[in-house]
């Protein structure tokens, strides 16, 4: 890894000095300790112990492990009773109580959305992604609100509520057990597009030699042409996660739409524009025989069950993907159609694999789609996705060591997860854990239970750094009850006079950041390529629908809405929705509320 420059700023009580946590210190140590390290660049020495589930390749499991870490990476992973790696003599294994697991990986999640509200109920079945956004109810719920919170200036005219949803979506991944997702990207009024820099591991922005970064999105003209798409996809070394499918075929049909999409990836009798870098999200509606053509070329795909049955009452053949030899990774989508965080759809998973693939999929192998094999098809094999010596330190901690491992991730509820680290940095968990690891973090509960989260962060936003969960937490609230206030400020033209009108004409512009929302947006960059099937005009898949100037104004429309809650533990009304679902299975809507 390439050599940084390390940052130091002060901790929280608590914070760790010369790699020693609080209880290997003495009182005076501890008055005379100087400023900690908090860049997840680096991290001091820690050492922490309980049953170490290590997803390596012989899927070991240390029954009473010790996980040492250093410089936000595994340094070994020792039995309970061996001589400690050589540094870490004086180093106070902290005991957790609870299994270790590596850090979720979730590789298909749109964050920005993800302070919204469950759609409920689904206004009807849908057969592909092109038609529930033309649904009246989608602009009201989702889009709508999600582009006031993009667009809004506060009096000086900043994107007052961007950090706040930053934050809280963040936060939402973190008490779910995720240490990486996909990103939040912003676009500025001077034409420059970024990925925010957050707690999390972004996908597309890894900042990191080590983690090649993914691409979520590809040049419209690539998106038009599959030898055009396929040309990039042989010249780059990095993940192509794409939007490939999303829908299924409708009764009385012999193909969908859907997989349209796919099949115009064949760009000649048995080549296509596939290989190992394309990650194929959602491919609900591939057939047996795409997918072994998918894995022939060597391509991936991403699941999404929850999401993909609520709107379209199926979900993707995973058992058909396993069996053409694809390798699947799993995402949770966003929270207006899915989970609302990995360790959910993990569990909407393993009731569809029990109750609708006859178990064909184990706990294990689930455990690893949101593992090992995420890494895998990201490229971090080499850094992450198990727990091994030389890799990352990202890890999550469920309550207990009894039972069955994998099984007891699966079946864990958010109230049992006891710390989530990311790079040596202890993120989240319980509020004695994180002390006795060296920081404090910020105060909050879960399902009524005390937990911490740890935010500061040298390479973060500055924008964000300055906002506290609580607090973002208070903004967002607020600005969802004001919805339709809200819009009517940024639909009326700024009131300006003469004088000042023509003042501003020749003054510089200030960079103004705004939301480049996925579903909304014109970023000039395509997540969902449109390949033309049957000619240059039958294109695939729906073009992004731009709001008809007839359309009613969003302050006519909009409603005030509840902020989604963080964990399902915190909310009361999300296992009554999903059970009253009609396009859910009913083993998925009558077994969900058991594994929480």
């Known amino acids: ?14 914070a760790v000095k010369g790699g020693k946590t609080p209880a290997a210190r003495t009182a005076p140590q501890a008055a005379a300790r100087a400023p900690a390290p908090i860049d997840p660049l680096a991290s001091p020495r820690l050492a922490i112990a309980g049953r170490v589930v290590t997803m390596d390749d012989a899927f070991s499991v240390r029954k009473d492990g010790v996980v040492y870490i250093g410089n936000g990476t595994i340094v070994a992973i020792l039995g309970k ?3 400690p790696p050589s540094g870490f003599e004086d180093v106070a294994v902290v005991a957790t109580r609870g299994t270790i697991y590596p850090g979720l990986i979730e590789l298909h999640n749109h964050l920005s959305y993800n302070a919204l509200p469950l759609w409920s109920p689904v206004p009807k079945l849908f057969n592909n992604r092109g038609q529930w956004p033309q649904h009246p109810d989608y602009r009201k719920l989702i889009s709508g609100p999600m582009t006031v919170i993009g667009q809004y200036r506060d009096a000086q005219g900043q994107a007052a509520l961007l950090a706040p949803l930053v934050r809280y979506v963040e936060c939402k991944c973190l008490l779910g057990g995720v ?6 990207m912003l676009n500025s009024n001077a034409g420059v597009q970024r990925y925010y820099r957050g707690i999390l591991r972004n996908v597309e922005k890894t900042d990191d030699p080590a983690l090649s970064e993914a691409q979520a999105r590809i040049a419209d003209v690539d998106a038009k042409d599959a030898r055009a798409f396929m040309a990039r996809l042989n010249k780059e070394d990095s993940c192509f996660l794409l939007h490939m499918s999303e829908g299924v075929t409708p009764p009385g049909a012999t193909t969908s739409e859907a997989r349209k ?25 591939l057939t047996a025989d795409d997918f072994k053509v998918l894995g022939k070329f060597g391509g991936s795909m991403i699941w999404s069950p929850l999401s993909n049955m609520l709107l379209y009452g199926a979900t993707a053949q995973v058992d058909a993907a396993r069996a053409g030899q694809v390798r699947i990774g799993i995402g949770s989508d966003w929270s207006p159609s899915g989970s609302k965080n990995l360790l959910g759809e993990l569990k909407v998973a393993w ?16 455990v690893a789609m949101a593992t090992r094999d995420a890494a895998a098809i990201l490229k971090w094999q080499g850094a992450l996705g198990r727990l091994e010596a030389g890799k990352r330190a ?39 854990t994180l002390k006795a690891l060296g920081v404090k973090g910020e105060a909050l509960k879960v399902g009524g239970r005390a937990r911490a ?3 500061e962060q040298a390479t973060g936003d500055p924008d964000v750094a300055r906002v506290s969960l609580g607090a973002a937490k208070a903004a967002l609230q607020n600005a969802f009850m004001k919805l339709p206030e809200l819009a009517r400020e940024i639909e009326k033209p700024p009131a300006m006079p003469a004088r000042a009108a023509q003042s501003a004409i020749d003054a510089p512009k200030p960079l103004v950041w705004t939301l480049a929302l996925d579903e909304i947006s014109n970023t000039g960059m395509d997540q969902r390529p449109r390949l033309p099937f049957n000619g240059p005009q039958d294109f695939t898949g729906p073009a992004m629908q731009p709001v008809s100037l007839a359309a009613p104004k969003l302050s006519s429309i909009l409603v005030p809405i509840e902020l989604d809650p963080l964990t399902v533990a915190d909310d009361r009304n999300f296992l009554a929705r999903i059970a ?9 809507r009558n077994g969900l509320a058991a594994l929480y």
Request: net charge negative; hydrophobic share 45%.
């Open 1 to 14: 890894m390439t050599a940084r420059k390390r940052t130091w700023y002060p901790l929280a009580e608590g």
């Open 81 to 83: 009773g061996d001589k």
């Open 179 to 184: 240490t990486t997702s996909q990103g939040i």
């Open 261 to 285: 999409h796919f099949l115009a990836l064949e760009v000649a009798p048995d080549a296509w524009a596939i290989n190992d870098r394309l990650a194929a999200i959602h491919s609900a509606g």
């Open 351 to 366: 009731l569809y694999s029990q109750h609708l693939l006859n178990g064909s999929f184990s706990a294990r192998d689930l």
């Open 394 to 432: 990202d890890l999550v901690v469920v309550n207990g060591t009894a039972g069955e491992p994998y099984e007891a991730l699966i079946k864990a509820r958010e109230t049992s997860i006891n710390l989530v680290m990311i790079n040596g940095i202890p993120r989240y968990g319980l509020p004695a």
């Open 453 to 455: 989260i740890f935010l």
């Open 580 to 588: 009253a679902e009609p396009n859910v299975p009913e083993a998925i």
